[in-house]
Antibody, heavy 125, light 109 residues
Framework: QVQLVESGGGVVQPGRSLRLSCAAS????????MHWVRQAPGKGLEWVAL????????YYRESVKGRFTISRDNSKNTLYLQMDSLSDEDTAVYYC??????????????????WGQGTMVTVSS | EIVLTQSPGTLSLSPGERATLSCRAS???????LAWYQQRPGQAPRLLIY???SRATGIPDRFSGSGSGTDFTLTISRLEPEDFALYYC??????????FGQGTNLEIK
């Protein structure tokens, strides 16, 4: 079945780095754009970054620009989020999500149609 | 950036009742770019509705979406116990910017 599984979360000190991974299965990963979305404890959902299906185009929310890097390896069906210069404001559950719009699919779904279970990132000294 | 405001913040209802959740945008939103998600405690969000009124795969027909312009609504016709959860609307960015409302907590009365 269609599935996304995140990993790589943990506790990290302010200013340090962490890399998250998202393993995809059950669909043609290389045909879809992918997102990272985060949710701070007790808060709502916040979009973080997008990467196009081929990896050529990337977009970030303003507060993570220059610190976070989204990337993908289509040969490994895996999405990544490299997070540098972490601050306590980055503490959250991080979800990867599939963009339902694909140039290879005739009926686009303009939404995030598949989500992983999330991985917790805690930034604390 | 389009801001989405959901109301009410908390909605207390009983199983079998009808739920009406609102999402208001700070400026015009094409109905093609409005989605709704459900998040149960401890779980990831799940897509319910896209393009304002299209149900995602596997979503029961008691869930329906409507609206246009700046006002959108998610309706649950007859609440089941598993429907008590958080609900978020989302602007699927037509300009590659994606925003969520702050959420409505649907709780058992």
């Amino acid at each position: 079945q269609v599935q996304l599984v995140e990993s790589g979360g943990g506790v990290v000190q302010p200013g340090r780095s962490l890399r998250l991974s998202c393993a995809a299965s059950g669909f043609t990963f290389s045909s879809y754009g992918m997102h990272w979305v985060r949710q701070a404890p007790g808060k709502g959902l916040e979009w973080v970054a997008l990467i196009w299906y081929d990896g050529n185009i990337k977009y970030y929310r303003e507060s993570v620009k220059g610190r976070f890097t989204i990337s993908r390896d289509n040969s490994k069906n895996t999405l990544y989020l490299q997070m540098d210069s972490l601050s306590d404001e980055d503490t959250a559950v991080y979800y990867c999500a599939r963009d339902g719009v694909s140039v290879f699919v005739p009926t686009p779904i303009k939404a995030f149609d598949v989500w992983g279970q999330g991985t917790m990132v805690t930034v604390s000294s | 950036e389009i801001v989405l405001t959901q109301s009410p913040g908390t909605l207390s209802l009983s199983p079998g009742e009808r739920a009406t959740l609102s999402c208001r945008a700070s400026q015009f939103v094409s109905s093609s770019y409005l989605a709704w998600y459900q998040q149960r405690p401890g779980q990831a969000p799940r897509l319910l509705i896209y393009s304002a009124s299209s149900r995602a795969t596997g979503i029961p027909d008691r869930f329906s979406g409507s609206g246009s312009g700046t006002d959108f609504t998610l309706t649950i016709s007859r609440l089941e116990p598993e429907d008590f959860a958080l609900y978020y609307c989302q602007h699927y960015g037509s300009a590659l910017w994606y925003t969520f409302g702050q959420g409505t907590n649907l709780e058992i009365k």
